[in-house]
């Protein structure tokens, strides 16, 4: 213990002080990033539990006008000779699918497709429109993966404005009365595409 007549330096008394300092600073540090690591974990975990329950894209019906109106006239030359017309499909369910042979998500998709024209072709017909591409290109393209629908050519991409498609794949489904009940923006799959119809067909498509 310290004499009070014992002299004390000033460089101690600072020492004592920082290091006081030190303690109280490293002290609200350690408060602020316990706070911070708190408030990040509860973020984490909100935005965790809203991807785990939000419904994949492909099964959310995208904003259009299209929607629940009847669908834009759509007719002109084939891919692969003479014309194609959507008129001529009235009476049945219609996936008009926007797609092109350059586009990285339609060969993630054509098998899909392809996979639910087989299964559902008494059901469903596939309606393609060739957006923006080469006939040449879109013609390997569809037969690599053995599909064999219609398609319509929209070489200047003037079909797809009319439709309000801005890239593909983009896809419409037509209910057999001829109006669109949705829009599926991007690749879809077969499971998908049939829970979308059993969904349109509970209410009355």
């Given at each position: 213990?310290?004499?009070?007549?014992?002299?004390?330096?000033?460089?101690?008394?600072?020492?004592?002080?920082?290091?006081?300092?030190?303690?109280?600073?490293?002290?609200?540090?350690s408060?602020?990033?316990?706070?911070?690591?708190?408030?990040?974990?509860?973020?984490?975990?909100?935005?965790?539990?809203?991807?785990?329950?939000?419904?994949?894209?492909?099964?959310?019906?995208?904003?259009?006008?299209?929607?629940?109106?009847?669908?834009?006239?759509?007719?002109?030359?084939?891919?692969?000779?003479?014309?194609?017309?959507?008129?001529?499909?009235?009476?049945?369910?219609?996936?008009?699918?926007?797609?092109?042979?350059?586009?990285?998500?339609?060969?993630?998709?054509?098998p899909?497709?392809?996979?639910?024209?087989?299964?559902?072709?008494?059901?469903?017909?596939?309606?393609?429109?060739?957006?923006?591409?080469?006939?040449?290109?879109?013609?390997?393209?569809?037969?690599?993966?053995?599909?064999?629908?219609?398609?319509?050519?929209?070489?200047?991409?003037?079909?797809?404005?009319?439709?309000?498609?801005?890239?593909?794949?983009?896809?419409?489904?037509?209910?057999?009365?001829?109006?669109?009940?949705?829009?599926?923006i991007?690749?879809?799959?077969?499971k998908?595409l049939?829970?979308?119809?059993?969904?349109?067909?509970?209410?009355?498509?």
């Amino acid at each position: 213990m310290r004499s009070i007549s014992e002299p004390v330096s000033l460089d101690e008394d600072l020492s004592h002080t920082e290091d006081r300092v030190t303690k109280v600073g490293v002290a609200q540090g350690s408060r602020r990033l316990r706070l911070v690591a708190t408030l990040l974990g509860i973020v984490f975990v909100v935005f965790a539990g809203f991807l785990a329950t939000r419904k994949p894209a492909s099964l959310q019906s995208a904003p259009s006008p299209l929607l629940f109106h009847s669908a834009p006239a759509l007719s002109g030359p084939s891919l692969f000779g003479g014309s194609v017309s959507l008129s001529n499909y009235r009476g049945r369910f219609v996936l008009v699918n926007f797609f092109a042979s350059w586009c990285a998500s339609c060969r993630t998709e054509m098998p899909q497709l392809v996979s639910f024209a087989k299964a559902e072709s008494k059901l469903v017909q596939i309606f393609g429109v060739d957006y923006d591409d080469e006939n040449a290109s879109a013609k390997s393209f569809l037969s690599a993966y053995g599909a064999n629908w219609p398609v319509l050519v929209d070489s200047n991409g003037q079909t797809a404005l009319r439709w309000g498609v801005s890239e593909p794949p983009e896809s419409f489904l037509i209910a057999p009365n001829g109006k669109v009940v949705t829009k599926i923006i991007g690749p879809i799959t077969a499971k998908q595409l049939s829970v979308l119809i059993q969904i349109a067909k509970s209410k009355g498509y």
